[in-house]
């Protein structure tokens, strides 16, 4: 994408006149201001919180419903690469030279992670949405060789009796579990492969996918959290939840991980299994959203006026049809994810979602884990990383470019 300065880019939006029409899909120009819009608020917003966090081992995760700032976690938090991640899609919309320095500092730290033995899967959110986005945007040697260590690193978790990662090690309720999170995770890994890592890497990526897809995934295309395998013999065992309402139940944030992560797999293998398992998520997400457009936590939880929503799903969830939008052929099927995507991001991007000056946060109303009660109903991070992402993504189909 072309670099603007962040002054540059704040005059582009000067002239753009207020959309009044809030619901319906807006044409390419006007969608195409307003993107520029909600990008221009957010970078300022982002600006003014990196310039109050200057600890640069501690990391946002979430604002707790007493505060306004960012509760923050050290980096061995699954959470660690999302504010980094944040500076870097700041960076890419503003060019501006302050928040590169901001997420080079940021991202520093990130590097224990890939040098230390592998605690879980979670080695691909924190260095890809890190270093992952620096390398691709800086294109910083020192950043490449710390990705390949890192996807060493996760591909050390992979059991090839199994055909996939042991995602939560330290979890001993299961000989071995793979979760569909981990989907998301496998990006780490092709990349590796296609720059200059042992191409076993894509194998296990491919092998973990077809096993989520033949396990995880259910034959009515929705998904259980967990799947727990016997180690010894690979067997399935049985499908569980963790942050769901139910073994059972489709839990949101899940069923959006499968959505993107299956289309990642897709785009790096080929597989067209992987694509169609992708797709036949996003119809199922898509099928049951409630009436306003976002996702309550989990699809079957009992809906009352107090059930939280959940907006990172819904910022997850528009990032992966923009990808499907880019990998598929047919036009028909291209505009439904498209526009389901843009609606999405509209509602995201309403009074009702943006914190505006409430808190350092861009987003509000995401749910973490509501069994145990964390996160609910709170702006968490990634729910402004993958917002941010989804609408650089579609800023960048409305110019008729290709997604990076
Ligand atoms: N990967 C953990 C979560 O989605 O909450």
Redesign the pocket.
Known sequence: MRKMSFVKGIIAVLGIVLIANGCGLFSKQEKQSEIDQVLVSSVVKIKKSASELKDYNHFPRRIFKDSTHWNCVMVKD?CSGFWPGVLWYAYEFSGDEDIKKQAELFTAPIQEIAYSPANDH?IGFQVYCSYGNGYRLTGNPEYKEIMLAAADTLATLYNPIVGSIHSWPSNKNYPHNTII?NMMNLELLFWAAKNGGEQRLKEIAISHAEVTMKHIVRPDYSAFHLGSFDAETGAFIEGKTH?GYADNSMWA?GQT?GIYGFAIAYRESGKKEFLTTSMKMADKFLERLPEDGIPYWDFDAPVTSETPKDASAAAVAACGMLELYQLIDDEAAKNKYREAATSLLQILSSPKYLSGDKNQAILLHST??KPKNKEVDVPIIYADYYYLEALLKLKKIEAGQVID
Do not use: T
């Open positions: 699954w979670d999170d942050q944030r991980w973490g884990h």
